[in-house]
């Protein structure tokens, strides 16, 4: 059974950090790109960050470059999200994707953790 479970989100303050997991069980890790999407209520679901599976090229959206960190491990089949100086405009449900890097439909969501920033 294929699974992604996300955790890690919650409140905090503006300026402060979270670190988001997803944790992947019931296909081969290492052969998928890792993805974190975040969608907001009346927005579309936009990407915040990728991990490729081989050669680990990492792909930030321009509104949190230097601002989150996208890591991986292998060994524990779980990818990580480091969000620092978050702004309320970070706010949204997180989800964590998984897309097969040969190119097939195999493709796979998280149900989603909330990030909300304010004070």
């Known amino acids: 059974q294929v699974q992604l479970v996300e955790s890690g989100g919650g409140l905090v303050q503006p300026g402060g950090s979270l670190r988001l997991s ?3 069980s019931g ?3 290492g052969d ?3 993805s974190w999407y975040r969608q907001s209520p009346g927005k579309e679901r936009e990407l915040v960050a990728v991990i490729r599976s081989a050669e ?3 792909t930030y959206t321009d509104s949190v470059k230097g601002r989150f960190t996208i890591s991986r491990d292998n060994a524990k089949n779980t990818v990580y999200l480091q969000m620092n100086s978050l702004k309320p405009e970070d706010t949204a449900v ?4 998984a897309r097969s890097r040969f190119g097939d439909s195999r493709d796979y969501w998280g149900q989603g953790t909330q990030v909300t ?3």
């Open 27 to 29: 296909f081969i890790f």
């Open 56 to 58: 680990g090229r990492i």
């Open 117 to 119: 920033v304010s004070s």
């Open 94 to 97: 997180y989800l964590c994707n």
């Open 22 to 24: 997803c944790v992947a």
């Open 32 to 34: 998928y790109h890792i």
